[in-house]
């Protein structure tokens, strides 16, 4: 078996300085298929020899087998986050700060990569432990996704034990090829390549982030001692050395001045880099004038992230286009001639209502200057005066629905103009979509492409319509195949026995949302008990005001929804409530009938799993802070709720409080 190991042995260093010279140096010296030759037969005799299988193994990249939870590990040093420079202003503030200090000084300025900050340990140069920031002194435990990334070593060729920092980020490339991917599913795409990238690592299962196509730039080392450097410049250069990925885009230099030069050159150059950046960090260089300025709090001031401001371009609109959504509201959108905005095309941006298109008095024709809000969603801020079309016209929005031509009418007290016409086509589609939604009936494979085909084609006028769809009413439709119609048919099967409060929520009745669906179904059970229920019955529930219950009781009162209820009914449909009936709970006394507010950002849970538990134990979970709130539970960066909490003298614990308590309940 000495052949077997030494073969082994191979494999392993030919596939990790493949990976080495593809990932990190962008120069590979042998096509994709010899790399996949060799991991499948390091495949192979892993799988008929387990033995030889290692942690560090090359084949780990591949993924291996879902986590139910990412660990929480409390980072050996705090992973801080940087002071902010939005100008040339802060940007000589922070210089002159330096100099007074400490005197000449040598800078690195480096791009600030837009991804996730991630923390890699090694020890005996082996990859062992990394790391999310998390709130900068606890992170998740993410070693198996950070594996399946390439330009980060498994193993590196010294025996040494050191943490390295740095960002992990999805290229440009993977980015439109995911949401690409994405959107032939009819799935939602990414709103950018960090999104992506956090998504992504934050996935249980790690053949899923394999796929992922992640990348890395080490940045930092946590302690110098480990390292044979006096400076910034000589760690990266030693990480460079050791196999390690850094960006090489990095300056030293020796004045402000230069700083501003090379902000202005990437500021030029941002788009034509195969990743996203959002910034310039700006380090004093030597780690003795780093030890000498020390941290504040929350940063070290030995450095400082120039913020790039959100990109603003000119285009033009060359039309505004009308959307009506599932209640009616006619939205105005903007139809642009197609532009690059902060690293992805824009033709079209959201303007809100007629209010708002007046008051910039934007109009067709016209240029006008775009940005991305959060370099997210593309806004139009205002139009170009002096570019304007001599025949341009101010923008009037039309006094009729655009899909059913009835009259459009503005609603006391709202800017939005809506269309009432309860047969509205746009509405019925919008409030089809809104049916098979995930918090709704959840029906898989349902997008909204395919619910506007069965439409147009008649095949479903309201919700009920698809309990009775066929195979034969399926199979005319674009890209249907055998396969996806057996799916869809499961899985509008499958929704019939869903319960009542997503069916309820599903129905779109105006003002219901998500959790008064819950409270209500969860408190009258059947729909049948529902039909008799008065408005001054349902304001009696904590949290639902007059004009949801109104709105509740008109709904159900009207003769076409007993109809459409009973066409369901037909069909199978469930109409009782399957959920755990909170009141019947033994709960714990701890929580029993507490009103309790979450508010804050959590980390061990989502607010979502935080509340469900919370009301398992039989307490309230409500949204405000008011004198009769028990407690509030406050995550990280709380804000005025913890606030009042504090003004009522509200008992308040932290997340750590709060699982600790959890620890103690379930034992
Ligand atoms: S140095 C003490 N260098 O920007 C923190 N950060 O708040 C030292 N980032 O989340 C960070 N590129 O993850 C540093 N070249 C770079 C960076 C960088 C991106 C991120 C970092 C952190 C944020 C700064």
Known sequence: MADLQSRVNDLHDLLNQYSYEYYVQDNPSVPDSEYDKLLHELIDIETTHPEYRTEDSPTVRVGGSAQSTFEKVQHDTPMLSLG?????EDLRKFDQRIRDNIGDVEYMCELKIDGLAVSLK???GRFVQGLTRGDGTTGEDITENLKTIHAIPLKINEPRTFEVRGEA??????????NEAKAENDEQPFANPRNAAAGSLRQLDSKLAAKRKLSVFLYSVNDFTQ???????EALDELDQLGFKTNQARQRVQTIDEVLAYIEKWTEQREDLPYDIDGIVIKVNALEQQEALGFTQKSPRWAIAYKFPAEEVITELLDIELSIGRTGVVTPTAILEPVKVAGTTVSRASLHNEDLIHEKDIRIGDSVVIKKAGDIIPEVIKSVLDRRPENAEQYHMPTHCPSCDHELVRIEGEVALRCINPKCQ???????IHFVSR???????LGTKIIQQLYENELIKDVADIFYLTKEDLEPLDRMGEKKIDNLLKAIELAKSNSLEQLLFGLGIRHLGVKASQVIAEKYSTMDKLFDVTEEDLVTIHDIGHKLAQSVVTYLENEDIRALIEKLKVKNVNMTYKGVKTSELEGHPEFKDKTIVLTGKLYQMTRNEASKWLALQGAKVTNSVTKSTDLVIAGEDAGSKLTKAEKFGTVVWSEEDFVQKQKEIEG
Do not use: C, H, W
Request: no cysteine; glycine share 6%.
């Open 84 to 88: 902010n420079a939005f100008n040339e």
């Open 122 to 124: 090694y020890e005996n």
């Open 169 to 178: 980020y999805m290229p440009r490339k993977s980015f439109f090829n995911l």
């Open 227 to 233: 390292f044979n450097a006096d400076t910034q410049s």
């Open 426 to 432: 746009a509405q019925l589609v919008e409030g089809l």
């Open 439 to 445: 918090q709704a009936m959840n029906i898989d494979g």
